[in-house]
């Protein structure tokens, strides 16, 4: 049994899936790669810990990944933590620090990289005869993300890996397509394989905690390309069929300055923070419908989260969306910036319990064995990886 490395810059919720669907073939060891400043990500919260660079104690990985992770796990693979000093690329300590794990992740048949920081550059370096693959989850960063300082220096290490000779994968075909477009030549070194339903959630879900109630979900880091303005313009014409509709809108991050505080009274309950996965699962699992109204998107992990409690989503017909959400089946597509197509959506969920019963059946059986189960994977991800072994 060949053995796998996984390097995980973040995107813990899909990783473990994917760790986890692939230890019944290699294996698997999967290592998360943060820096000092780093406290939560994605489904990790290791805030209280006192962290030191390097490799963490096995006691500490336990502490951070807690109950619900390890029960996911279920010993299938190992986890580790590695710890970088900062973000930066002339860093001595980090260029140490990359030699340490490197020379652990030269013991391993295949080193497979999941998403990135800057100390990818120092550990790659280290990395020059051994196996290597790469996803990449943005080809390009999304509209309002990072300073185009931080998103140019991205992008050029995102070019720079496609255009070598290493493995890569994509997640969402609208991505894939255009890379194929513009590197013509890399065929068989690109790969399309979405993420799939992230049902590491329901680990999360206590049936006695304390329940918000609500009619519609918007939910993940707030940021501009997610449309939440659209959201609460559709609204006021939700209200008038539905005077007294429940909308949760639960995660950190600016919400737009263009929405009147006066618009998020009443029908709104806001949760403006830090969300735990407790809170998220209950969030989730007592909502009718989630949805999404972005401008752009890649692939979502919102969208695989509400899968993964059978819950039907309202999304805009764009980015990586067309590819997940099956139209009249397991949610609606809107146009997006549609606020009227937005409202005529949501009342249409709202007004159909049997439709909304059926998309739920629809979701739970694709997510258990259909194209949105992990083992759907499988064949894809092997293939990667015997490209990559092959001459050896």
């Known amino acids: 049994m060949k053995k796998l490395a996984i390097v995980s810059f973040g995107h813990a919720d899909s990783i473990l899936h994917f760790a986890k ?23 990790l919260n290791f805030e209280k810990e006192i962290l030191k660079t390097g490799f963490l104690e096995e006691e500490q990985i336990d502490r951070i990944l807690g109950k619900s992770i390890k029960g996911f796990i279920n010993n ?27 020379k652990v992740l030269n013991e391993y048949d295949i080193v497979h990289f999941n998403g990135m920081d800057a100390t990818l550059i120092l550990i790659n370096y280290f ?27 991205a992008e050029t290490y995102v070019k720079w890996i496609l255009k070598s000779r290493y493995q890569v994968i994509l997640q969402n ?34 049936e006695n905690a304390i329940k918000e109630v609500s009619d519609i979900l918007f939910f993940g880091r707030i940021s501009p390309y997610k449309g939440l303005k659209y959201l ?8 008038r069929k539905y005077p007294e509709v429940r909308v949760l809108v639960a995660g950190s991050g600016e919400i737009d300055k263009d929405i009147p505080k006066e618009k998020l009274n009443g029908n709104f309950i806001i949760y403006n923070r830090y969300i735990t996965n407790e809170e998220m699962a209950g969030f989730i699992a007592n909502t009718k419908i989630v949805v999404c109204p972005y401008t752009d998107a890649t692939q979502s992990g919102v969208v695989m989260t509400s899968f993964a409690f059978g819950k039907p989503v309202i999304a805009s017909a764009v980015g990586g969306f067309p590819e997940v959400i099956i139209d009249g089946k397991t949610g609606l597509l809107v146009p997006p910036a549609d606020t009227g197509k937005l409202s005529d959506a949501i009342i249409r969920l709202l007004s159909d319990k049997k439709i909304l019963t059926a998309m739920s059946d629809n979701i739970n059986q694709k997510c258990e064995n259909g194209f949105l189960s992990w083992d759907s994977i499988t064949n894809d991800a092997v293939k990667v990886y015997e490209k990559v072994t092959k001459n050896e």
Do not use: W
């Open 173 to 206: 075909r609208t991505d894939y397509d255009e890379v194929l477009e513009t590197f013509p030549d890399k065929e068989n070194k690109i790969n399309l394989i979405p993420f799939k339903c992230l049902s590491i959630f329901r680990n999360f879900y206590d």
């Open 127 to 153: 990395l020059r005869k051994k196996n290597r693959v790469f996803t990449i989850h943005d080809v390009k960063l999304h509209t309002g993300e990072k300073d185009r300082e931080v998103l140019n220096a």
């Open 76 to 102: 299938n693979f190992n986890v580790r933590f590695f710890i970088n000093h900062n973000l930066k690329v002339r860093s001595l300590k980090n260029i140490k620090l990359a030699r340490k794990l490197s």
């Open 232 to 239: 609460v313009e559709s609204i006021d014409e939700v209200r």
């Open 21 to 43: 669907t692939m230890s019944s073939i290699y294996k698997v060891d999967l290592f998360f790669v943060f820096a000092l400043n780093k406290r939560i990500e994605s489904i």
